[in-house]
């Protein structure tokens, strides 16, 4: 009996001491990091996350996202009715490694303050000038600029403003000639003639559920490629009290924004800025036709119409990422 158990522990004591080796390897692979679940994960963790802050601008809470290195490139974006600075999520997790990237919610958009129009005006030369201050509070100086949507009217005062400061203009779905404004907006002219009797009608469709998903679906033939939390949370966004009468305030407004169009047009004969459009063929509210209207005014432009809808994110950000990333390493270095 005890050769039978000398025999035993002499056979567990090499097969210790086989598996030994495997086991001090497994060690030293998880101090070197390679198979360290903690470090593994950080290894996949983006190295410019973005960050979320708020700034006090014209006695105003100011809602931003800011990612990648401060001495790259700046790209400020403008977003959209009805969405917020959230739109261009898809972009800051492709491009902020090689771009400082700035998106600010405006004034009663987003996490951004809304007082009630009784206390700010609503109209888009007012929410351009808070954007301008909250660039000049942040000591932005320079700066390629997305708009998107309502983004041009902003981004497009901001330019005519300080022209000094544009480096380069991306436009995406974005709004300067009558080219663009297609059938849906006879009765949106109507309610600028006649505000208060076209103004039930207008806010029981352009504040609707449905209207609200149509923006982002538009006529795409791939509906399913859609998250339905864009348009679930932008319509709960657009059903906060104060909502409405601030929205509608401003959508009359945007009457001054197609007054402005020549004006508009005019700037950009004169300056040629570096200019990329990229536009959504499946846009409900504005045609294709608006992307070559561009090519009038800036025969060099780089202007694609792409498989999207009026939030091109949405459905192609790997697409508009790439081009905008080809579009900026050919501008000059400043």
């Known amino acids: 009996m005890k050769k039978i158990l000398l025999a035993v522990l002499a056979t567990l004591g090499a097969s210790a001491a086989f598996a030994s080796p495997s086991a001090s390897a497994s060690t030293s692979t ?185 923006r982002h679906v538009g006529t795409s033939p791939h509906p399913e490629r859609y998250d339905p939390d864009l348009w679930t949370d932008e319509y709960a966004f657009l059903t906060r009290p104060g909502q409405k009468a601030i929205q509608t305030d401003l959508f009359y407004d945007y009457r001054t924004n197609v007054a402005s169009y020549p004006a508009w047009q005019a700037w950009l004969r004169k300056t040629q800025p570096p200019t990329l459009v990229v536009w959504g063929r499946y846009d409900p509210s504005f045609q294709a036709a608006e992307a070559e209207a561009y090519r009038r005014d800036l025969p060099h432009a780089d202007i694609h119409v792409i498989d999207a809808g009026h939030f091109a994110l949405d459905e192609r950000a790997d697409e508009v990422a790439a081009l905008i990333g080809r579009f900026m390493q050919r501008l000059p270095k400043s």
């Not at 000591?139 to 901001?158: E, I, K």
């Not at 009765?187 to 009608?201: H, L, P, T």
């Open 30 to 214: 998880s101090a070197s990091g390679s198979a360290n679940p903690a470090r593994a994960a950080n290894a996949g963790a983006p190295r410019y996350p973005t960050t979320y802050h708020t700034v006090k601008v014209d006695g105003l809470d100011i809602f931003y996202r800011e990612a990648g290195p401060s001495n790259a490139p700046t790209i400020l974006l403008l977003h959209g009715f009805p969405s917020s600075s959230r739109m261009f999520e898809p972009l800051f997790a492709r491009l902020a490694d090689r771009y400082h990237l700035i998106a600010p919610d405006y004034p009663g958009f987003g996490h951004s303050d809304a007082p009630a129009p009784q206390d700010f005006a609503y109209t888009f030369d007012h929410l351009a000038a808070v954007t301008n201050d909250f660039l000049d509070t942040l000591g932005v100086r320079r700066y390629a600029m997305y708009v998107q949507d309502y983004g041009g009217p902003v981004g497009f005062r901001l330019a005519l403003a300080h022209p000094e400061r544009l480096t380069a203009l991306i436009v995406q779905n974005a709004v300067a000639h009558e080219d663009g404004l297609g059938p849906l907006w006879e009765k949106r002219r109507a309610f600028w003639a006649d505000r208060a009797a076209n103004e039930a009608a207008l806010q029981n469709t352009f504040f609707s559920f449905e209207t609200t998903k149509q």
